[in-house]
């Protein structure tokens, strides 16, 4: 994937609001290829700005936490969620609550 791929992938993951979360398919999807979920999971794992670039707010399509949070494994992430106001249950975010 090019940089500009990850770029992309970055401008969205930076537009989701606090106490919302969205999916690696929907980041996908705006980024601009609905088939990118993985190339969106690399690029969030490599990240290269965790401050400034949330992929804390990032979840499956289960809303699921990630097991391998680059930035220190399940718990960090949904710490960080928590912080924002959004409800983790058993590693679970409602999607139909926080998603965007």
């Given at each position: 994937?090019?940089?500009?791929?990850?770029?992309?992938?970055?401008?969205?993951?930076?537009?989701?609001?606090?106490?919302?979360?969205?999916?690696?398919?929907?980041?996908?999807?705006?980024?601009?290829?609905?088939?990118?979920?993985?190339?969106?999971?690399?690029?969030?794992?490599?990240?290269p700005s965790p401050?400034?670039?949330?992929?804390?707010?990032?979840?499956?399509?289960?809303?699921?936490?990630?097991?391998?949070?680059?930035?220190?494994?399940?718990?960090?992430?949904?710490?960080?969620?928590?912080?924002?106001?959004?409800?983790?249950?058993?590693?679970?975010?409602?999607?139909?609550?926080?998603?965007?």
């Amino acid at each position: 994937m090019s940089e500009s791929v990850f770029e992309r992938i970055y401008a969205v993951v930076r537009q989701i609001p606090i106490g919302k979360v969205s999916t690696y398919g929907a980041v996908a999807a705006r980024a601009g290829n609905p088939r990118w979920s993985r190339v969106v999971g690399y690029a969030l794992h490599v990240n290269p700005s965790p401050g400034e670039i949330p992929c804390h707010r990032v979840v499956n399509r289960l809303g699921q936490t990630s097991k391998a949070f680059a930035f220190g494994g399940q718990d960090v992430q949904e710490q960080l969620l928590r912080q924002e106001g959004v409800e983790v249950v058993d590693g679970t975010v409602d999607l139909a609550r926080y998603g965007y």
